[in-house]
């Protein structure tokens, strides 16, 4: 059995798994660019550019986006699943976390970019509940 698909590192409670690591560290292809996706009902993932309309289908179009605090991280969502509820919205489907440099132009994430989007999760990550039913959410504002 092959435990490198298992281990974790773990820091300050934030775990990455190390399929992630191993594609941000050096598993890139050439050229690729490579974001993180995360929906309610898929884990945090690894994407590259060619696969975000599938996560996303609205993906650098009609998408959203905010800033991550202190970072040049953009977390882009469709905007038609937001819940707005007592003054604050939260994102209720799935979202692709980008990275862009000083001209707008996309590039791939880090290592370190993957640890402070899992930071910001452990702080906006809600449960809401709606008739028995669990909905996970990112709150953003």
Same mark, same amino acid.
Request: charged letters at 20%.
């Given at each position: ?12 409670? =934030?775990? =990455? ?6 594609? #941000? ?10 974001? /993180?996706? $995360?929906?309610? +009902?898929?884990? !945090?993932?690894? =994407?590259? #550019?060619?696969? /975000?309309?599938?996560? !996303?289908?609205?993906? +650098?179009?009609?998408?959203? %986006? ?6 040049? #991280?953009? !977390? ?14 939260? !994102?209720?489907?799935?979202? $692709? ?5 000083? +001209?707008?132009? *996309? ?9 402070? *989007?899992?930071? *910001? #999760?452990?702080?906006? %990550?809600?449960?809401?509940? /709606?008739? +028995? ?9």
């Amino acid at each position: 059995m092959n435990n490198t698909a298992t281990r974790m590192i773990r820091s300050e409670e =934030i775990t =990455i798994d190390m399929r992630i690591c191993t594609i #941000l560290a050096g598993g890139k292809k050439p050229g690729e660019v490579y974001f /993180a996706a $995360i929906a309610p +009902d898929m884990e !945090l993932t690894v =994407i590259t #550019l060619d696969e /975000a309309p599938d996560i !996303l289908p609205c993906f +650098d179009e009609s998408d959203a %986006s905010i800033h991550l605090p202190d970072t040049s #991280l953009l !977390l882009c969502y469709n905007p038609a699943q937001v819940l707005k509820m007592a003054g604050k919205r939260y !994102l209720t489907g799935p979202v $692709i976390l980008v990275r862009t440099n000083m +001209d707008g132009n *996309f590039i791939s994430l880090t290592i370190d970019d993957v640890y402070r *989007f899992q930071k *910001f #999760l452990a702080s906006h %990550s809600v449960t809401l509940m /709606a008739d +028995d039913q669990k909905l996970p959410c990112i709150c953003i504002v």
